[in-house]
């Protein structure tokens, strides 16, 4: 299984763009890089994926290097609502998706 | 479509009883997981179905866990007997194929006493 790195927690204050990174160096060279957030109280939800371009949404944008080897998932203007564990899952298996412990964002006024 | 639906929301039992967890997945979708969430051990992977078959069960804590999928639109998680360890909130989440964007439902939140 590809392993991967993110930071604990991020603070970010709002209506600014947030950069959330995530290294998966053991990466795969056909597994998707998906990305979900889990709000408080809720069920993940599905956020963004890629595998090898940028990728844009309307939710996020996700920028993945050259080599594949990290990923960094852009929120343009960050707003309260935003506050969530953030996940980055390479795929592994080939078809469930194995969350670890995400990043923690904190958005302040 | 309402997405994917668990009941209940909340569920209170005593250590021993048996404990029923349901799930009615996406119209159309053919992928159905069951995960369990715990702040020690974060979201965990326990079955996975795919078009009512379970494909891997590995994740599944010990015999006391069983899942089925009875047709496309319900799934069940059974918990006999339930211990406190078990406390945990269970989420249930379908996708049309695997791995693509899979909706997660509310999820049930589980107190064994």
């Known amino acids: 299984d590809a392993k991967t790195t993110q930071p604990n927690s991020m603070e970010s204050n709002e209506e600014e763009p947030v950069h959330l990174p995530c290294n998966h160096s053991?990466?795969?060279?056909?597994?998707?890089i998906h990305w979900y957030r889990q709000l408080p109280s809720q069920g993940p939800e599905y956020v963004i994926h890629?595998?090898?371009s940028n990728v844009n949404n309307r939710m996020a944008s996700l920028a993945i290097a050259e080599d594949r080897k990290s990923s960094t998932l852009i929120l343009h203007r960050a707003t309260l609502r935003d506050a969530a564990v953030y996940y980055c899952?390479?795929?592994?298996?080939?078809?469930?998706?194995?969350f670890g412990k995400g990043t923690s964002l904190l958005v302040t006024p | 479509d309402a997405g994917v639906i668990q009941s209940p929301r909340h569920e209170v039992t005593e250590m021993g009883q048996e404990v029923t967890l349901r799930c009615k997945p996406i119209?159309?979708?053919?992928?159905l997981f069951w995960y369990r969430q715990t702040m020690m051990r974060g979201l965990e992977l326990l079955i996975y179905f795919n078009n009512n078959v379970p494909i891997d069960d590995s994740g599944m804590p010990e015999d006391r866990f069983s899942a089925k999928m009875p047709n496309a639109s319900f799934s069940t998680l059974k918990i006999q007997p339930s211990e406190p360890r078990d406390s945990a909130v269970y989420f249930c989440?379908?996708?049309?194929?695997?791995?693509?964007?899979?909706?997660f439902g509310q999820g049930t939140r589980l107190t064994v006493v």
């Open positions: 989440a379908s996708s049309l194929g695997a791995p693509t964007e899979a909706f």
């Open positions: 053991t990466i795969s060279g056909t597994d998707y």
């Open positions: 119209s159309g979708h053919n992928s």
């Open positions: 890629g595998l090898t």
């Open positions: 899952i390479p795929e592994n298996s080939g078809y469930a998706l194995n």
